[in-house]
């Protein structure tokens, strides 16, 4: 029966075998043979998954036409491209011998990729590819900014063939000068840049899904639309207080309570049922079709490991999409082997369950096969014995990696600031499209948009964010929602009005918008205003005064012609109340301090409402009524009781005079006729802003820094200037110093027509002035010598004087003195008796210099 049994289980895995390899068959004759499609027909059941097997399918179409690597131009290459040193050559046959051994004891496993052709077509092996090499840029300094290089800068290409890995593997540096490549070749690049960024980055090979490997993202949500998860905080309970006044009886039926209840949790209940059936019948219909190729298509990734550069848990990278992701992700379904600019290793852990299970500790040998001895990995701790003998057999046989073939990577400003071929890169996520452009590359300095579509086939737009760079007005970003038409614009610092973000759905004036500020370079501190037809509310912080908030009520405008004039503040809108808001200043008493106060300007009414006081519940109050000055009999009335109304708490302080609130009410309506004054300004201001975003909106300019002197163009001509005439009078002066006659033609003025007469008097002039100079010399060389022979003849005076009464310290000062004298007396001697001599023939030198001077040659030869 066993053995039954499993003769039935051979046939079973013969017949898997057998489905598998027709329909791989199947497969490669529907991509390799061009058909009509039906687009109705297809069109027809699902439209989505149509479009998905289309996009699929002109993919591996388009493998027919790849790019052919083996083709490029090689001549300007260098010689470590085309040929192998004596070590390469050794350390292939090294990966030989490794292989056939793998291959013998693991007959099972599909064969290593250790030495695919490079562009020259010479066998290179895999470790040596990798080029360490640390950019100059901040950007690439990180992981994340070397993997969007990466993922930007190229062009995927699918393999060849989607089950084994590829023959060729182009060096990074011919990768980036195409900017194309497939998942082996952006990995390369990637690692390189890694490794030169100091991290412990590894190339992989291995086994990945579909969606991966084809780079199709239509069912990844776009990670600028994915959320942050917020930290629920769990709200914190007041203490009770002892004396605080407790809350009304609630009056109401608990039954019906309990009613109303049970019927909102039930229908809570069918709205979340209902929502769970809708999410999985749309989960159910974005599922992609099995994969025949599931487990078998290879990809190429980066591993980084732990402990380099403060990375605290190991990772994968994505290279085509520069998404990290954890060592246990499902879409990486096996490892065959990973390696570095060091050395190369197997894995030799079993991959049923994906890379789950994998541990990454590459200095365990059963775990992972290492191909060089000389690895920087730690190995298990063995016995002293065991590891002496290792040592002995390490001495014995090691063998360190050879030098990286590959030039060292160099990557422009150009190349470095454009990222994307031809400036311009569209990537399709689920129900999104995100394009990205180089800056400068559009006119308004667009460099990313992101449209975000409300059904699957991408046709109704939702959502529109723009975001933008080196924009004059410093506008950094833009969203518009279709469904409400609303716009919202965001500044970075610097704007001229101090403009932080504005939303609006029409630039016509008075009509519904908020501006918000950057506060902090404001002079009345405005945060934040919003406007529409009726009313105007605006925030404030950091003022002196503590007002927080003020809001404005508009009536109706008894002419709508006046809205066409001249803003004016006599043809504003009509305002009906103002109302502020002040926080607590500490520096005044609380019934004192004023923290909101309402101007009733059609009622003729102005009330105040204090800060309560600690430990009380209800605050202090007035309200003023503001009166004709004179009555209907023409008598004058200044201030009577019952034009103000108080409420003082806890204060048994008899009312204050009458003076004292005629005073307060002046200063109130003073601060009315004010506060009329700058709600015209701000809607002044909201109008002169309209008319500035509008001009700025019409020009699109772009500010180019002063060091970029590639597009700035008066800083390249101010620079080109500066060198040409630093080149001039460098050459300038360098003619100067080597014309003996400057001086002299100087004097004479312009020489470009030089007579005999005037030849014959600069050679005279020029002699003479030599003569002088040596006499002059001579007179000054004897001054000197007769200088310091009457020195010494003085101090020899001295000595005879005083020599009876000298100590045996001054007459070693004497003699060194004497000593010191004598030799300069002999210089100046060999000097003077020198100059003498060779004086006259300098000056021969010098005449014949003259009548051998090209500029004075024709004067001079019959004078010879």
């Known amino acids: 029966m066993e053995v039954l049994r499993e003769h039935v289980e051979e046939e079973e895995e013969e017949k898997k075998v057998f489905v598998v390899s027709n329909e791989l068959q199947d497969l490669e004759e529907k991509l390799m043979t061009p058909k009509l499609f039906n687009l109705h027909q297809l069109l027809g059941d699902n439209r989505r998954e149509t479009i998905v097997f289309l996009q699929t399918g002109l993919t591996h179409l388009n493998l027919t036409i790849e790019f052919d690597w083996s083709s490029i131009d090689t001549s300007q290459l260098p010689a470590s491209y085309k040929t192998n040193s004596a070590k390469e050559q050794m350390l292939l046959q090294l990966a030989d011998n490794f292989h056939r051994q793998y291959a013998h004891l693991c007959p099972d496993r599909q064969p290593l990729f250790l030495h695919p052709l490079n562009e020259c077509g010479v066998e290179k092996f895999v470790s040596t590819t990798v080029r360490p090499t640390l950019q100059p840029y901040p950007e690439l300094y990180n992981w994340d900014g070397c993997a969007q290089f990466v993922s930007d800068y190229l062009s995927m290409e699918p393999l060849s063939s989607p089950i084994t890995p590829p023959s060729y593997l182009p060096s990074p540096t011919t990768i980036l000068k195409y900017q194309r490549g497939d998942c082996f070749g952006f990995s390369v690049l990637l690692c390189s840049l890694l490794i030169g960024a100091g991290y412990d980055a590894y190339c992989v090979n291995g086994y990945a899904t579909r969606e991966i490997c084809m780079m199709d993202e239509t069912r990844e949500v776009c990670p600028l639309l994915e959320k942050s998860k917020e930290v629920l905080k769990e709200p914190v309970k007041e203490k009770i207080k002892k004396y605080a006044v407790k809350p009304p009886r609630d009056l109401r039926s608990k039954f019906e309570l309990q009613q109303v209840a049970k019927k909102e949790a039930n229908t809570e209940a069918a709205q979340k049922k209902k929502q769970k059936e809708e999410e999985e019948r749309v989960m159910e219909a974005e599922k992609p079709k099995p994969d025949p190729l599931y487990g078998l298509r290879v990809h190429a990734w980066v591993l980084v490991l732990s402990g380099k550069r403060e990375v605290p848990e190991s990772f994968f990278i994505n290279p085509f999409t520069a998404h990290s992701c954890s060592t246990t992700d499902d879409h990486f379904l096996g490892i065959e082997s990973i390696w570095n600019h060091k050395n190369y290793w197997v894995n030799m852990q079993d991959c049923w369950n994906g890379c789950k299970d994998l541990t990454f500790d590459l200095g365990d040998p059963v775990r992972w096969e290492f191909m060089l001895l000389g690895t920087d990995k730690p190995l298990l701790l063995l016995p002293e014995e065991e590891e002496e003998e290792l040592d002995k057999e390490e001495e014995e046989k090691g063998f360190d990696m050879p030098p990286s073939w590959v030039d060292p990577i160099q990557i422009s400003r150009k190349e470095f600031e454009t990222r994307c071929p031809q400036g311009k890169k569209v990537i399709q996520y689920k129900n999104a499209k995100l394009e990205k452009w180089a800056p400068y590359l559009n006119s308004n300095g667009l460099v990313k948009r992101l449209t975000v579509y409300e059904d699957p086939e991408c046709i109704r737009v939702l959502e529109v964010k723009e975001w933008l760079e080196n924009r004059e007005d ?265 014309d003996y006659l400057a001086p002299f033609l100087i004097q004479m003025g312009s020489t470009e027509k030089m007579s005999k007469w005037q030849a014959l008097r600069l050679k005279e002039d020029c002699l003479s002035d030599f003569k002088h100079r040596l006499i002059d010399k001579a007179n000054l060389i004897q001054a000197r010598f007769e200088k310091e022979t009457q020195e010494l003849q003085k101090k020899q005076q001295w000595y005879q004087q005083n020599q009876l009464s000298m100590t045996l310290e001054d007459e070693d000062a004497y003699l060194t003195y004497c000593s010191d004298a004598m030799f300069r007396i002999r210089i100046l001697e060999i000097r003077l008796n020198r100059h003498k001599e060779m004086a006259p023939q300098k000056y021969i030198e010098l005449e014949e210099k003259l009548c051998k001077d090209p500029r004075l040659a024709e004067y001079l030869k019959f004078n010879v």
């Open 474 to 738: 410093m506008m950094n970003m833009r969203e518009l929602n279709k469904k409400t038409e609303v716009t919202t614009e965001y500044f970075s610092p610097g704007h001229i009005q101090g403009l932080k973000a504005h939303t609006y759905k029409t630039m016509e004036p008075e009509t519904e918008r908020t501006m918000e500020f950057y506060s902090e370079t404001r002079v009345d501190g405005l945060q934040k205003r919003v406007e529409n037809a009726k009313e105007m509310t605006e925030y404030f912080e950091g003022r002196s005064d503590f007002l927080h908030y003020r809001h404005t009520m508009f009536g109706k405008r008894t002419k709508r012609a006046q809205k066409l004039l001249v803003n004016t503040e006599l043809n504003a809108r009509p305002i009906v109340q103002i109302k502020e808001q002040f926080h607590r200043n500490p520096e005044k008493p609380a019934d004192e301090d004023v923290a909101e106060r309402i101007f009733m300007i059609l009622e003729e009414r102005i009330m105040l409402t204090y800060h309560c006081k600690d430990d009380y519940i209800t605050a202090s109050k007035k309200e003023f009524i503001k009166r004709k000055d004179v009555d209907n009999k023409g008598n004058k009335i200044i201030m009577t009781s019952d034009m103000c109304i108080s409420y003082q708490v806890g204060s048994f302080v008899k009312n204050k005079k009458l003076l004292h609130l005629y005073e307060m009410m002046l200063k109130l309506m003073e601060a009315e006729k004010q506060l009329r004054h700058q709600v015209w300004e701000s809607e002044t201001e909201v109008l002169e802003i309209l008319k500035i975003r509008e001009e700025e909106a019409a020009a699109s300019r772009l500010t180019v820094s002063m060091y970029d002197t590639e597009r700035n163009e008066k800083s390249k001509q101010q620079r080109e200037t500066m060198e040409r005439l630093m080149q001039e009078e460098r050459q300038r002066q360098v003619e100067q110093d080597l």
